[in-house]
């Protein structure tokens, strides 16, 4: 019995990392693993004559083996045999994944206005289209109720804000990201907001406030004068209006950032 070293024909399982073979009888010494390695070890002796080396023994006594097959070929691991590309595939498939996977936004579709609750539906009968919507948490009461605290100090703003920016008629429009339900308590409704925003033609929509940006569903640290893509619309978040009222610094900072993003956005 002996060990023989596979041959280069059968690269593929050397590539497994099956180097050598176990022979049920002794092999020719060019053949012999085993023999090669007692002829280097009896190099020295007198005579050159080379003895085989024993054959390794297990603590029962018994010559060890590994798992072996009919005919003498020793067993392959089910890891170690080859697989063909549609096993590995399939076995890829089947592994479950490390972490489950996160919602993608990206997949996320408008729904018809048919489908949306009602004071919704009569709010886009309301609102014109514009290339960039503004929404802010009280713009629903500031539509619908006239005594809303700080509605006129609201209008004046923005009236204010869109002169400033200067752009065409038509560029801007206003969509409210809540609407008073029947106690007169606002109500959010982040899927009849994003599919207004598709109704009205808005590429882009500023939020104002964070209280406003998580109602519209927006995850994530919420800075101001910063922007993203979400739900295949660009949006520009900034501060709260009722905190920008009497900030002239604020209003200069934001009007900037809005003249630079705007700029790059809009068509010319």
Known sequence: MAFA???????????????????PVDLP??????AEQAVVEAGPRAGGQARSAPPRRSAGGAPARGPSRPGGRPAVHPDQRPVSAAQATSRRAAAPPETAP???EAEWRPLAPALWPAPWQERLARTRPGLVAWTYWNLGSDLCDGGQPGKAERGLFFRRLLQDLGHPQGTHTFWPVCLPADDRSLRADADAFWSGLQALKARGVIIMG???????GLPGKLEPLSHRLFRGRRV???????LILDDARCYDNMLAFLRNALQAFLPR
Not at 7 to 20: F, I, T
Not at 210 to 216: E, F, I, L, T
Not at 236 to 242: A, E, N, P, Q
């Open 102 to 104: 996160a919602r993608d």
């Open 236 to 242: 520009w978040i900034l501060r709260d209006v009722d």
């Open 29 to 34: 010494p060019e053949l012999s693993l085993t």
């Open 210 to 216: 964070s209280a406003a940006a998580r109602a519209a």
């Open 5 to 23: 070293s596979v041959s280069p024909l059968a690269v593929p399982w050397r590539r497994l990392g099956l180097h050598y073979l176990l022979s």
